[in-house]
């Protein structure tokens, strides 16, 4: 074996390595997606607990916005 098989033997192992992480990684993608959908359609307050988190961003935003507003009015004076 010469240097340019043992590179060329490395290379094809990194990629279908590459390749079978890629695989699981969409396997694990396509799970995770069918178990949310299934953790939506099964409880029965997901609408109402995703418009509380809604509010609470949003409330939190506009909590930050303010501060950020009163930082600047302070620097600049204004």
């Known amino acids: 074996m010469n240097l340019t098989d043992i590179c060329g033997n490395i290379a094809l192992s990194v990629s279908c390595a590459i390749v079978l992480v890629c695989v699981l990684l969409a396997a694990l993608l396509g799970f995770c997606m069918v178990l949310g959908a299934y953790e939506s359609v099964s409880n029965p307050h997901a609408s109402e607990d995703a418009r509380v988190q809604y ?22 004076g204004g």
């Open 55 to 76: 509010q609470n961003v949003t409330a939190e935003i506009s909590t930050r916005t303010t501060g950020l507003n009163q930082a600047v009015r302070n620097i600049t």
